[in-house]
């Protein structure tokens, strides 16, 4: 690692937003560890990119308490940014929307597992680094956490309001070690998370388009800067209007 260069340890980093935001912070200096549970894929084309993968699937609690160690054994004391962006939305058969009324207990687990107690075991594990650098963490929520979308199930949708009550929690737990903590809430972004029918969504948006996963780790990248030193417990919506 080079003198005085900052590390981001981010989850969910093989595809869309997540690569994209390995991208941004690659390209802004930064050193990333990258998480997910795809093996590291050589095409990716960031420095380091292999030594820093770090496999592990958030589904499963003892992975991610294990991987603590892992991470802790990779840094050098200091974590300046954490990033929970790893996230999983299930489908029905032939892509239905998993209502309240047909989701198993199984998948509530799952779900609840990567997209919600993930990114507090990881931001707790990581404290001390994150105080010693007074780091930044920003939790990956969605629209879907505020209001029923009609592609985006009762299990995710509940899991990203959790994950948005969690900043405000862990905003004000870390706010006195120095961590600010906040949240970006995306609408409708161009990566394999989408449903068939987003198009009729984005019609409607004040913007009238998909947002692109660059547009997202943008956001991300200023709430992990010193341009943000003195936002914490915020949620960014980042999605063309779709919430006015
Ligand atoms: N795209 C949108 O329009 C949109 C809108 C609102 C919110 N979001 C949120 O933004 C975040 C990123 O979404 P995306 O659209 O970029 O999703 P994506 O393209 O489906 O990527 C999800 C990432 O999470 C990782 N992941 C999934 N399950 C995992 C597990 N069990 N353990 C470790 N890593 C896991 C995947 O890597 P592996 O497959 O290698 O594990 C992948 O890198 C998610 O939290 C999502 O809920 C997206």
Not at 75 to 81: C, E, I, M, S, V
Not at 88 to 106: F, H, Q, W
Not at 156 to 178: I, V
Request: glycine share 10%; proline share 5%; net charge neutral.
């Amino acid at each position: 690692m080079a003198d005085g260069q900052k590390t981001l340890v981010l989850t969910g980093a093989s595809r869309g937003i997540g690569h994209a935001t390995v991208k941004r912070f690659s390209a802004g200096g930064w050193r990333v560890l990258t998480c997910s549970r795809q093996p590291f894929d050589p095409r990716c084309p960031w420095p380091g990119g292999e030594e820093n993968h770090i496999q592990i699937d958030l589904a499963s609690p003892d992975q991610t308490i294990a991987a603590i160690e892992t991470i802790r054994e990779k840094l050098d004391g200091r974590l300046h940014a954490l990033v929970n962006n790893a996230g999983i939305s299930p489908k029905g058969p032939g892509g239905a929307r998993l209502s309240t009324l047909d989701t198993d207990l199984r998948t509530w687990g799952q779900v609840f597992h990567v997209n919600f107690f993930a990114s507090v075991v990881l931001a707790r594990g990581l404290m001390q680094e994150l105080a010693a650098a007074q780091g930044a963490v920003v939790n990956v929520t969605s629209i879907a956490g505020a209001r029923v979308h009609p592609f985006a199930g009762a299990a995710y949708a509940t899991s990203k309001a959790a994950l948005a009550a969690l900043t405000r929690e862990m905003a004000h737990d870390f706010g006195p070690l120095g961590v600010r903590v906040n949240a970006i809430a995306p609408g409708e972004v161009e990566t394999s998370i989408l449903s068939p029918g987003t198009e009729k969504i984005v019609e409607g948006l004040p913007l009238r388009r998909l947002g692109q996963p660059s547009e997202v780790a943008d956001v991300i990248w200023f709430l992990c800067s010193d341009a943000a030193s003195y936002v914490t417990g915020t949620e960014i919506e980042v999605n063309a209007g779709q919430h006015v």
